[in-house]
T-cell receptor, first 112, second 113 residues
Framework: GQQVMQIPQYQHVQEGEDFTTYCNSS?????IQWYKQRPGGHPVFLIQ???SGEVKKQKRLTFQFGEAKKNSSLHITATQTTDVGTYFC????????????WGLGTSLAVNP | DGGITQSPKYLFRKEGQNVTLSCEQN?????MYWYRQDPGQGLRLIYY???????QKGDIAEGYSVSREKKESFPLTVTSAQKNPTAFYLC????????????FGSGTRLTVV
C-alpha cells in the first residue's frame, strides 16, 4: 500500500547546528504537509507544499517539495532549544485527498 | 476562538470497561479523525468521518466505535474488545473545501489498569 517514509528517526544536535529531515513517498503526491509535535503535546500544522520543486521558508525553517512530487525535506538552520520535538510529514491518500498518510516522524533533540 | 476540544486530558479505566472520549470542534470543519499514538510511534488512524451520519474505518478500527450525529462532535468509544487500549488518543478536524492542514485537539491519555 501507499507509504510515506521519514529519515532519520532520531537526531541529536548541539544548539546552533543545522538539522534536516527527509520524507519519501511511494507514490506521487498532490501535496505534502509538515507538522511539529512538542514533547507531551499534539501535532501542529506547519505548512503545505503543492507545486513541483516548491521551496517555502518560515524564519529558520526551509521546506522543499521534490520535482517528482515524491519527496520533501525540512531544514532548520541554527537550531534552538525551542525546535525540540517530532516533525511529521504527511501526504494525501490515493483516492481520498483528505485522509493523510503519515510518516513515522523525526524526533529532534537539541543540546543547549 | 475556534478550536478543537478533547476531554478529559487524562483518563483511567479498569480492564473490561468501555470508555468514551469526547471530541468537539467549532471550526465548521466537515471532516474529523481519530488517531492513536503509542510512545515513539507515529499516528495510526482509527476512524474518520467526512460528513454527518457517515464514517469509515481507518487502519486500526478493531475494538473501537464512533458516531457522528452532529457536525461538531465525533466521540470515540474504546470497547473492552480493544486488546491494548492504553495510549494517547488524538482527534483532528479539517475542511474539505479549503486546502489546509489538520487541526488537532490536545489529546486524551488513556490508561487501562
Amino acid at each position: 500500500g501507499q507509504q510515506v517514509m521519514q529519515i532519520p528517526q532520531y537526531q541529536h544536535v548541539q544548539e546552533g547546528e543545522d538539522f534536516t529531515t527527509y520524507c519519501n513517498s511511494s507514490t506521487t503526491l498532490s501535496n505534502i504537509q509538515w507538522y511539529k509535535q512538542r514533547p507531551g503535546g499534539h501535532p501542529v500544522f506547519l505548512i503545505q507544499l503543492v507545486k513541483s520543486g516548491e521551496v517555502k521558508k518560515q524564519k529558520r525553517l526551509t521546506f522543499q517539495f521534490g520535482e517528482a512530487k515524491k519527496n520533501s525535506s525540512l531544514h532548520i538552520t541554527a537550531t534552538q532549544t525551542t525546535d525540540v520535538g517530532t516533525y511529521f510529514c504527511a501526504g494525501p491518500g490515493a483516492g481520498n485527498n483528505r485522509k493523510l498518510i503519515w510518516g513515522l516522524g523525526t524526533s529532534l533533540a537539541v543540546n543547549p | 476562538d475556534g478550536g478543537i476540544t478533547q476531554s478529559p486530558k487524562y483518563l483511567f479505566r479498569k480492564e473490561g470497561q468501555n470508555v468514551t472520549l469526547s471530541c468537539e470542534q467549532n471550526l465548521n470543519h466537515d471532516a474529523m479523525y481519530w488517531y492513536r499514538q503509542d510512545p515513539g510511534q507515529g499516528l495510526r488512524l482509527i476512524y474518520y468521518s467526512q460528513i454527518v451520519n457517515d464514517f469509515q474505518k481507518g487502519d486500526i478500527a478493531e475494538g473501537y466505535s464512533v458516531s457522528r450525529e452532529k457536525k461538531e462532535s465525533f466521540p470515540l468509544t474504546v470497547t473492552s474488545a480493544q486488546k491494548n487500549p492504553t495510549a494517547f488518543y488524538l482527534c483532528a478536524s479539517s475542511s474539505l473545501s479549503a486546502n489546509y492542514g489538520y487541526t488537532f485537539g490536545s489529546g486524551t491519555r488513556l490508561t487501562v489498569v
